[in-house]
């Protein structure tokens, strides 16, 4: 004989219903957004800011180049000095020094003269063009050189990258590699980023437990903790791991008021109608519910609202619902809430390959394999698309979208199809 509750749980009759309920997609995802708000910003090594966005303007302190310098290596040379060169008739100049990079020319170089160069090295005084090595022939003390140089001819020129004063990178800009090499360019050894939002995940349900755990008679692994986490890990944010709440009151409510620590709550499971279903009534207590079930499939039992003023979701406990609602709404909340501009994922257009019935009234995610062939993207259903199966998901790399005016759609239609492979589009 099992023993499942310690206490009486609320049931879901008992929450308010001033909250909005059957919901479109985007009406949805307009009021997480308009929730979700912009986390302030921490100074950071330059290295350290990989995958953050900034949170300050950075402009340069110099300019870039800070000297005119060779873009080759070869000889440092007037150009006039060069007209009419061939391999027939080469210019013979006297080599009056030897340039490495990281060093200048002391004096002015005269006509009929040059200096041997390096890139990157300072252009001496006097001289207006750079002979290329394949140009020249290097003699005792001298050069041929066999082709015109023309002024200007690979010089990179004071200023030309940036000029001092130049807003270089802006509030709002991702920090890839190139915008880490540009920070050092610029003199920073850190810069302001936005933080990344620290999102507290919690299951829910007595039938869960470890992986690593025996599987008892009833009982099921807690793969959502995980795969939910892995979600907020893999678009930036910071998951903290609050474990399973079992289905009463008091423990639910302990997790949650500690989850509400974080800049996010995510909770999975327990949102449905059935009278152990605690989540909704707890999070409706304690926090406020915007909306609540979203005319889509799966992931139709979504509850969202605020905790303490920060964004609390409550997912399906149906794994494969719970990563396509995570797709639809908590990534952008993340993303948004990280200062990025690009929150959805990117959609493209696709011809079916095979008929495909839906539901009408909601909009369907189908799980789906997208392939790109000569510039056009073909489209097929993953597998069985059951909201607790969770190999189709992994079996996917795409969401084919079907509105909630269909009932069927047919071979060689055109649908829209949500990447999951791709970066995110504005």
């Known amino acids: ?16 219903d001033a909250m909005l309920e059957d919901i479109e997609v985007e009406r949805a995802l307009q009021i997480v957004l308009s929730t979700a708000h912009l986390l302030e910003g921490q100074r950071r090594a330059i290295l350290d800011c990989v995958g ?16 005119d310098n060779s873009a080759m290596d070869g000889y440092a040379v007037l150009a006039s000095d060069t007209v009419g060169a061939s391999s027939e008739t080469p210019v013979q100049l006297r080599v009056v020094a030897d340039l490495p990079a990281g060093y200048a020319h002391p004096t002015v170089v005269r006509g009929g003269e ?19 090595s394949e140009m020249t022939i290097r003699g005792d003390g001298t050069v041929l050189v066999t082709a015109p140089a023309k002024p200007g001819q690979d010089v990179r020129y004071r200023g030309e990258d940036v000029k ?23 003199g920073r050894r850190d810069a302001l980023v936005v933080r990344r939002p620290r999102v507290a995940v919690l299951t829910t349900g007595d039938e869960l437990v470890d992986p690593w755990e025996p599987v008892a008679p009833g009982k099921i692994r807690n793969s959502n903790l995980y795969s939910i986490s892995a979600q907020v890990k893999a678009c930036g944010g910071e998951p903290i791991l609050l474990g399973t709440a079992r289905d009463t009151v008091e423990r639910l409510e302990a ?65 494969t619902a719970s990563i396509v609602a995570f797709e639809q709404f908590v990534r952008p909340a993340i993303l948004h809430m990280s200062g990025r501009t690009a929150l959805r994922r990117r ?28 510039g056009q993207w073909l489209v097929r259903r993953a597998g069985e698309q059951g909201s607790a199966m969770l190999r189709s998901m992994v079996q996917s790399n795409a969401l084919l979208i079907v509105p909630e005016t269909a009932s069927r759609l047919s071979i060689g239609d055109k649908v829209q199809v949500q990447l999951l492979d791709l970066p995110e589009t504005e």
């Open 164 to 186: 001092q004063g130049d807003v270089v990178l802006t509030r709002g800009t991702p920090v890839r590699p190139a915008e880490v090499g540009m920070l050092a360019t610029l």
């Open 1 to 16: 004989m099992y023993t499942f509750r310690t206490s009486q749980p609320i049931k879901s009759s008992q929450v308010p």
């Open 347 to 374: 959609e493209v257009e696709a011809t079916l390959e095979e008929n495909v019935k839906s539901r009408p009234g909601v909009t369907n995610f189908v799980r789906a394999i997208a392939t790109e062939r000569d």
């Open 114 to 132: 040059a200096v041997r160069i390096m890139t990157g090295a300072p252009l001496p005084p006097g001289t207006d063009a750079i002979a290329r």
């Open 255 to 319: 997790k949650v008021r500690l989850g509400a620590e974080a800049d996010m709550l995510i909770t999975s499971g327990g949102v449905s109608v059935g009278d152990y279903d605690v989540v909704k009534p707890v999070l409706a207590r304690m926090g406020e519910i915007l909306f609540w079930k979203v005319k889509m499939r799966p992931g139709s039992p979504v509850v969202f609202g605020e905790i303490h003023g920060k964004p609390m979701f409550g997912l399906p406990g149906n794994p």
């Open 52 to 67: 953050y966005v900034l949170a300050e303007d950075v402009p340069a302190d110099m300019d870039i180049p800070p000297f």
